[in-house]
């Protein structure tokens, strides 16, 4: 049983600083294991403790600081990692990412039985790479899961959530799972994971240990481009009341919903 | 390749186009109106769906014609059949530009679609124009909704879904009418590798979708324990809302994640949000943030949720709020 897992570095998008400009401060942010992917991390590792014999192997496509994220994994509960890095990856989307994330596959872990990401990378939130991956590799995806058990070796029990409300999959594997917040929260490493982590190689594989070529990665490699990036404008006028008095705080209120004709 | 648009719509139980494809459908009409284009309505269907009631709304919404791509394996969503219905169509007929409702089933499949057609796909749009050199410009929220991005794809067709209120529902035109246009995918049952085993209705309590509601009102920690929730339920029930949650109640229980707004949540953008007790976290702010107007009622004065806020009231929940509820109670009694 092989599992593979892969996460994004992203900003701390709690903590995103700006220049005078208003643009990202692109040398100041704070980066971190994408959220949604440390749910996937920590669902891949339940999926492993509870199959005798199963490896656990996360990858990234990143930069060379990315290796945080793949040694956190590490201490998570992951076996093994790889990092996919070479300067013409630099300006993928989601597209060109699910391409070299699929070489990476192919190359690294061929016989792979589970894939889980996260549901959105919290800078891109787009969604898009896991299905595509799973597109790219000829396997079958489930989004929105929040809970991904084996069933057996060829079969995963998936609960996913809709807008009205969850529905139960049982999918023939190999497959993908995209992974939203869980009923439960991903493991803080312990000591003796961090140590572990330390001591294991992160291999690194570039375009050309994986056969990609410049059309297919990259900036060149996307279909999505973006022309503009730009603060959210903020609101403008906002009024804040004391509500002390709180008839008199309603019947302010009350006008201002009636002046927007929202009563 | 013909000038088409393309609105994938899914249809509710009852056999009615869903809010989110009538406002896909409006956001098309509008496109065609500064470029002129045909606008083909996508349904996916079992064989013996009945969409008559689908085909009239959809033409009233602008829809001049309904593309019904209907087998007995399309009754219910499966991944892999859906993809392979829609993109073997989008192959055949070749419109420009693909559109339709950002709901967790178009996300499942239209990534997949997009990846055969060998065409870019931009998710949960709030915005759309046509740039200078005729090609969409598409506008979505980024990095925790905290940044926008303008993006455009030069692939074919363009394939962009948009997020849930954030285009206006045209007014229907009761003269206009669509035709139905029936097409055979091919698919056979071992294409499908998932195979749905139960389906658990959403435990909103109200039973309205978070995501479809023109006013969501939500509760957070600062309303103490489960207990009172009865007063979120009672302004939301006033105010024809959905109830909606911070994470911090639900991870305490108190309520079902189906209500959660946020990063790991739901995102709305409703006409209307009411955040009662809610500190306004950023993780928060992402699935509330492009609400239309916003009303936040909080004892901290220096509470982030005000720095978003339209109106804000620095107050204590438990008095404001049982007031508010009587005013618009006696508001609406007025309007009767
Ligand atoms: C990766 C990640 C993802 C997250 N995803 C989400 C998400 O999807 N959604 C989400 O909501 N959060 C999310 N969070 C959590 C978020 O950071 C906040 O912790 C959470 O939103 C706080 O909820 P709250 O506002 O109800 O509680 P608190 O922050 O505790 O705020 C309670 C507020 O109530 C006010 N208050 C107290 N008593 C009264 C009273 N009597 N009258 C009026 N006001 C009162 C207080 O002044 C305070 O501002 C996420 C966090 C992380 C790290
Ligand atoms: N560069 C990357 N390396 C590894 N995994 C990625 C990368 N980009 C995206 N992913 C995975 O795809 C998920 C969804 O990302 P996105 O499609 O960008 O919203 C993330 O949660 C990750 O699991």
Same mark, same amino acid.
């Given at each position: 049983m092989n599992i593979v897992v892969c996460i994004k570095h992203v900003p701390d998008t709690a903590h995103l600083k700006y220049d005078a400009q208003d643009n990202?401060?692109?040398?100041?942010?704070?980066?971190?294991?994408?959220?949604?992917c440390e749910y996937a991390v920590e669902t891949a590792i339940r999926m492993k403790e509870a199959h005798e014999g199963a490896t656990l192997t996360a990858i990234c496509m990143g930069g060379p600081q990315a290796k945080d994220i793949l040694k956190r994994a590490i201490a998570m509960g992951c076996d093994d990692a790889v990092l996919l890095q070479d300067d013409a990856f630099n300006g993928a989307d989601p597209w060109?990412?699910?391409?070299?994330?699929?070489a990476g596959i192919r190359k690294h872990v061929p016989n792979f039985n589970v894939l889980l990401l996260g549901q959105f990378a919290t800078d891109s939130m787009s969604g898009v790479t896991g299905p595509a991956l799973a597109e790219l590799l000829g396997v079958p995806s489930i989004t929105f899961c929040k809970k991904a058990e084996l069933k057996d070796a060829t079969t995963l029990s998936v609960e996913r959530e809709t807008e009205r409300g969850s529905e139960h999959y049982d999918m023939t594997l190999p497959g993908v799972v995209c992974v939203m917040?869980?009923?439960?929260?991903?493991?803080?490493?312990?000591?003796?994971?961090?140590? %572990?982590?330390? /001591?294991? $190689?992160?291999?690194? @594989?570039?375009?050309?240990?994986?056969?990609?070529?410049?059309?297919?990665?990259?900036? %060149?490699?996307? /279909?999505? $481009?973006?022309?503009? @990036?730009?603060?959210?404008?903020?609101?403008?006028?906002?009024r804040k009341i004391d509500g002390s008095d709180a008839q008199a705080a309603v019947s302010q209120l009350m006008s201002f919903l009636r002046e927007q004709k929202l009563v | 390749m013909t000038n088409a648009i393309w609105v994938v719509a899914e249809l509710s139980e009852s056999g009615a186009p869903l809010d989110i494809s009538l406002e896909a459908l409006s956001a098309a009409q509008k496109l065609a109106a500064a470029n002129p284009a045909d606008i083909t309505a996508v349904v996916l269907a079992g064989s013996n769906t009945d969409l008559s009631q689908a085909q009239n709304l959809l033409g009233q919404y602008g829809a001049t014609k309904v593309l019904?791509?209907?087998?007995?394996?399309?009754?219910?969503?499966?991944?892999?059949?859906?993809?392979?219905?829609?993109?073997?169509?989008?192959?055949?007929?070749?419109p420009q530009i693909v559109l339709a409702g950002s709901t967790s089933t178009t996300r499942d499949f239209l990534p997949r679609v997009a990846v055969r057609v060998q065409a870019g796909l931009a998710p949960d749009a709030i915005d759309l124009a046509f740039g200078a050199n005729g090609q969409l410009e598409i506008t979505r929220p980024t990095y925790g909704e905290n940044m926008r991005a303008v993006v455009h794809t030069a692939t074919r067709p363009q394939m962009v879904?948009?997020?849930?209120?954030?285009?206006?529902?045209?007014?229907?035109?009761s003269g206009a009418s669509a035709a139905l246009e029936t097409a055979t995918p091919d698919l056979s049952a071992d294409m499908a590798h998932t195979k749905l085993t139960q389906r658990v209705k959403g435990e909103t309590k109200t039973g309205k979708k978070l995501e479809e509601a023109e006013i969501v009102v939500s509760g957070g920690r600062g309303l103490k324990g489960p207990e009172n929730f009865p007063l979120v339920e009672g302004l939301a029930e006033a105010l024809g809302a959905a109830v909606g949650a911070s994470r911090a109640v639900v991870d305490a229980g108190w309520r079902p994640h189906a209500e959660q707004v946020g990063q790991t949540g739901k995102t709305v953008s409703p006409q209307l949000y009411v955040a009662l007790g809610i500190s306004g976290a950023i993780q928060h702010q992402v699935g509330m943030s492009s609400s239309k107007t916003i009303i936040a009622i909080n004892k901290d004065?220096?509470?982030?949720?005000?720095?978003i806020a339209d109106f804000g009231i620095v107050g204590d929940v438990f008095e404001i709020v049982p007031a508010l509820t009587k005013a618009i109670k006696e508001a609406n009694m007025a309007a009767c």
């Amino acid at each position: 049983m092989n599992i593979v897992v892969c996460i994004k570095h992203v900003p701390d998008t709690a903590h995103l600083k700006y220049d005078a400009q208003d643009n990202l401060a692109q040398d100041n942010l704070e980066w971190v294991m994408n959220p949604f992917c440390e749910y996937a991390v920590e669902t891949a590792i339940r999926m492993k403790e509870a199959h005798e014999g199963a490896t656990l192997t996360a990858i990234c496509m990143g930069g060379p600081q990315a290796k945080d994220i793949l040694k956190r994994a590490i201490a998570m509960g992951c076996d093994d990692a790889v990092l996919l890095q070479d300067d013409a990856f630099n300006g993928a989307d989601p597209w060109a990412t699910a391409q070299t994330l699929a070489a990476g596959i192919r190359k690294h872990v061929p016989n792979f039985n589970v894939l889980l990401l996260g549901q959105f990378a919290t800078d891109s939130m787009s969604g898009v790479t896991g299905p595509a991956l799973a597109e790219l590799l000829g396997v079958p995806s489930i989004t929105f899961c929040k809970k991904a058990e084996l069933k057996d070796a060829t079969t995963l029990s998936v609960e996913r959530e809709t807008e009205r409300g969850s529905e139960h999959y049982d999918m023939t594997l190999p497959g993908v799972v995209c992974v939203m917040k869980c009923d439960y929260e991903p493991r803080i490493p312990a000591i003796k994971g961090v140590m %572990k982590a330390n /001591r294991t $190689e992160i291999p690194t @594989l570039d375009k050309a240990a994986l056969g990609l070529s410049d059309e297919q990665i990259g900036a %060149k490699g996307a /279909r999505v $481009e973006v022309t503009k @990036l730009y603060r959210r404008p903020k609101k403008e006028g906002g009024r804040k009341i004391d509500g002390s008095d709180a008839q008199a705080a309603v019947s302010q209120l009350m006008s201002f919903l009636r002046e927007q004709k929202l009563v | 390749m013909t000038n088409a648009i393309w609105v994938v719509a899914e249809l509710s139980e009852s056999g009615a186009p869903l809010d989110i494809s009538l406002e896909a459908l409006s956001a098309a009409q509008k496109l065609a109106a500064a470029n002129p284009a045909d606008i083909t309505a996508v349904v996916l269907a079992g064989s013996n769906t009945d969409l008559s009631q689908a085909q009239n709304l959809l033409g009233q919404y602008g829809a001049t014609k309904v593309l019904a791509l209907k087998h007995d394996l399309l009754e219910q969503y499966q991944v892999e059949l859906y993809t392979k219905a829609l993109a073997d169509a989008i192959g055949a007929q070749q419109p420009q530009i693909v559109l339709a409702g950002s709901t967790s089933t178009t996300r499942d499949f239209l990534p997949r679609v997009a990846v055969r057609v060998q065409a870019g796909l931009a998710p949960d749009a709030i915005d759309l124009a046509f740039g200078a050199n005729g090609q969409l410009e598409i506008t979505r929220p980024t990095y925790g909704e905290n940044m926008r991005a303008v993006v455009h794809t030069a692939t074919r067709p363009q394939m962009v879904s948009l997020r849930a209120k954030a285009f206006a529902k045209a007014k229907p035109d009761s003269g206009a009418s669509a035709a139905l246009e029936t097409a055979t995918p091919d698919l056979s049952a071992d294409m499908a590798h998932t195979k749905l085993t139960q389906r658990v209705k959403g435990e909103t309590k109200t039973g309205k979708k978070l995501e479809e509601a023109e006013i969501v009102v939500s509760g957070g920690r600062g309303l103490k324990g489960p207990e009172n929730f009865p007063l979120v339920e009672g302004l939301a029930e006033a105010l024809g809302a959905a109830v909606g949650a911070s994470r911090a109640v639900v991870d305490a229980g108190w309520r079902p994640h189906a209500e959660q707004v946020g990063q790991t949540g739901k995102t709305v953008s409703p006409q209307l949000y009411v955040a009662l007790g809610i500190s306004g976290a950023i993780q928060h702010q992402v699935g509330m943030s492009s609400s239309k107007t916003i009303i936040a009622i909080n004892k901290d004065g220096d509470a982030p949720i005000f720095d978003i806020a339209d109106f804000g009231i620095v107050g204590d929940v438990f008095e404001i709020v049982p007031a508010l509820t009587k005013a618009i109670k006696e508001a609406n009694m007025a309007a009767c």
